[in-house]
């Protein structure tokens, strides 16, 4: 505790059990924050807005909920909620918006549940994991909009910038889904460990009836009710990030198409300059030949031509009845193969009717 520092201050807003706002953008001390809530100083670096959190996680301690997901901290106790700000980050309406419906969730005379009123620490979980499933479900909807509206346009216009906007929603889609998948891990972690979900009643215990490791239906009923939430949403953005991939294929297989289709008029072009160079090859000999005096026989421009064009021609043609076999080797090689697939199955067959 004397390691820390009296300058290092966080700012927090407390809410009381009846959803009042007690201390507004308050300037506390870490070492203040660990004797109020009977935490360890390492906590404090899942609460402090400076240090980024990637993990999401929910940790139950003697006296208190330490809650970290996506843009909220909070702390929460028998008797008060402390949510933990961030001045100036991009998250600061996000928490504007959870204060609000907090207050509102919190001034409730509570949920009802087949086993009574839930406690005051579980109406302010409720309230948190509300605003996170609300904060992914409302990001989800954003990128569905632009990505579907993406993909009908690349199915008639498939272009350079088409292409640049596929590449980032990909790469935002892959995000979401790491974000909302670990936000459901750490909701199946934590109602997977029976001691940490009988902790997690701080009523009970002030009231002196600490509850069993096996004694937890109200907080396991709360946190699955949540957990499918946010499976259904992981579940929705794999379904989009499916489509998104399956696009990518198509695009790639036109794109090898015209590219294969680009080869093949180069070849042709190829193959018939091939042949015009060997009918130039005739002109060229007779034209350097000057003792064969064959420009004084009658006819023999039009033979010497004829002999350039039929050479030119079968070069061509040559060339591009060579091509015309190639393809056929390939497409016979499949053909080929699935014959042979298809006698192997036969033989299988056979032998199991034998």
């Known amino acids: 505790m004397a390691g820390l520092s009296s300058g290092m201050d966080v700012r927090c807003t407390t809410l009381d059990k009846n959803g009042q706002v007690t201390t507004a953008a308050a300037h506390l001390s870490k070492s203040e924050l660990c ?69 509102h969730a919190l001034k409730s005379s509570g949920t009802s549940t087949p086993m009574g009123l839930l406690p005051y620490e579980f109406k302010a979980l409720e309230a948190t994991l509300t605003s996170v499933v609300a904060a992914l479900e409302n990001d989800l909807a954003n990128i569905r909009s632009h990505v579907v509206e993406l993909l009908n346009v690349m199915e008639d216009h498939i272009d350079r910038d088409n292409l640049r906007l596929m590449l980032q929603y990909s790469r935002k889609l892959s995000i979401f889904q790491k974000r909302a998948t670990l936000v459901q891990e750490a909701l199946d972690e934590l109602l997977s460990n029976d001691d940490d979900l009988a902790a997690m009643y701080l ?47 198509i695009i790639e297989l036109i794109l090898d198409a015209n590219r294969n289709s680009l080869l093949g008029l180069d070849l042709r072009v190829s193959i018939a300059t091939l042949g015009l ?78």
């Not at 402390?82 to 600061?92: A, L, M, N, P, R």
């Not at 056929?328 to 032998?351: I, P």
Request: glycine share 6%; with cysteine.
């Open 35 to 103: 004797a109020k809530y009977g935490i360890q100083p390492r906590d404090l670096r899942k609460l402090d807005s400076a240090v980024p959190t990637v993990v999401p996680t929910i940790l139950s301690r003697k006296s208190c909920i330490i809650l970290t997901m996506l843009h909220l901290r909070v702390v929460i106790t028998a008797n008060e909620m402390t949510i933990f700000d961030s001045v100036g980050s991009e998250d600061s309406w996000l928490k504007g918006v959870f204060l609000w419906s907090a207050e």
């Open 203 to 249: 009523t009970a215990k002030l009231q002196g009836k600490p509850r069993s490791a096996n004694d937890h239906e109200e907080i396991e009923l709360l946190l699955e009710s949540f957990s499918k939430q946010c499976e259904e949403i992981v579940s929705e953005v794999e379904t989009l990030s499916a489509n998104v991939r399956h696009t990518e294929d």
């Open 277 to 354: 160079t060997a009918g130039a090859m005739v002109a060229a000999l007779f034209g350097m030949n000057l003792t064969s005096h064959l420009e004084d026989t009658p006819y023999s421009f039009t033979t010497v031509t004829l002999l350039a064009f039929a050479l030119s021609g079968a070069v061509t043609g040559f060339g591009l009845r060579r091509l015309r076999t190639l393809r056929k080797v390939n497409l016979g090689w499949r053909e080929e193969l699935r014959a042979a697939g298809d006698r192997w199955a036969a033989r299988k067959r056979g032998r199991r009717r034998d």
